[in-house]
């Protein structure tokens, strides 16, 4: 038995509604060890679970959170002690937002412990986004690629694989953020707060349109961003953030972006030659193997310098509240972790 700290999601609504509570964490299962966290990642499925809008998210009480940093501290049965002390960063099932946690061995990557923040901000965001682009959409060098949020944890990812890759850039974000993302190489940048971006990617590309998009948007912005795919385009969808402007869950703003969001028609699909797809990292339940495949070519890409997660900024635990209104005052560029210790 392990005596820990969590926040918790007392009940759905504003970030106030997470508190720091004593916890209790039973001793790790086969196949399971328990990780003292060093540093937690804050994802928007956290955001929309708070607000009663991530669908396979606990009922209230229950302590977010899907991936951890920190030390090994004990093992479960059929575990090599020799892996206490060991610094890892993985996956978790929620019990994210802990002192401590329990995670199966096999969501877990080793690292050098001097890497551990830098490589805290990496699983969720460069999976999701690599995921996506490679194995999903296969998208190849040369190809345009629109990555809406670029400013964002996915769309930072994205865009150092894209840089990887040999990929021609668009990317949408608030106005402020465009003099720092030029700084990482993309020329093509569009401010959705004050420009169409339908228009604007056409524009660029000369009336073509590009060949790979990754929507975190969802709602009515979502055939807009199918509108703007060339032939043979692909469009991933894997965030519905227009339903969360800002803190509170206004019904009267998502049910206009929930009916709104297109049903696409095959017979539209085939006639047009585009693909439309979903993604959703938590829900893959039969190809870890391609989790842990790409995780391990990610680490590597990260200890060869090749991508670079970028810290906005930590928050000690205990100010969790604070961290969620400051990604949903879309403040953030780059990735918010959270820090028992800090």
Known sequence: MTQ????????HGVPTVLKLNDDTLQDPKDGE??????????????????MGLYPTAPKPPYVPGFEIAGIVEKVGENISTDNIGKAVVGLSRFHGYSTHANVPLDQLFFVDIKMLKKAAALPVNY?????????????????WFLIHG?????????LQIAKNLNLKIIGTSSGWKHDRIREMGVEHLIDYRTENFKDRVLDITEGRGVDVIIDSLGG??????????????????????????????????????YFGMP????M???????????FHLGLIRKRQDLVKKYGSLLFNWLDEGLISPEIDSVFPLSKADEAHQYISDRKNFGKVLLAPEE
């Open 263 to 266: 049903k696409f028609n095959p």
């Open 4 to 11: 820990c700290q969590s926040i918790f999601v007392t009940k």
């Open 220 to 257: 009515t912005a979502l055939l807009d961003s199918y509108n703007c795919l060339a032939e043979f385009g692909r469009l991933i969808s894997y965030g519905f953030s227009k339903a969360a402007p800002g803190t509170k869950k206004n019904i009267f703003k998502i049910l206009p972006e």
């Open 150 to 158: 670029i400013g964002g944890g996915v769309g930072i990812a994205a």
């Open 127 to 143: 999976l999701t986004a690599y995921l996506m682009m490679v194995h999903q959409a296969a998208i190849r060098e040369g190809e």
């Open 33 to 50: 060890v328990c990780v003292k966290i060093k540093y937690s990642g804050i994802n928007f499925a956290d955001i929309m679970g708070r």
């Open 268 to 278: 539209n699909l085939m006639a047009n030659n585009k693909g439309v797809f979903g």
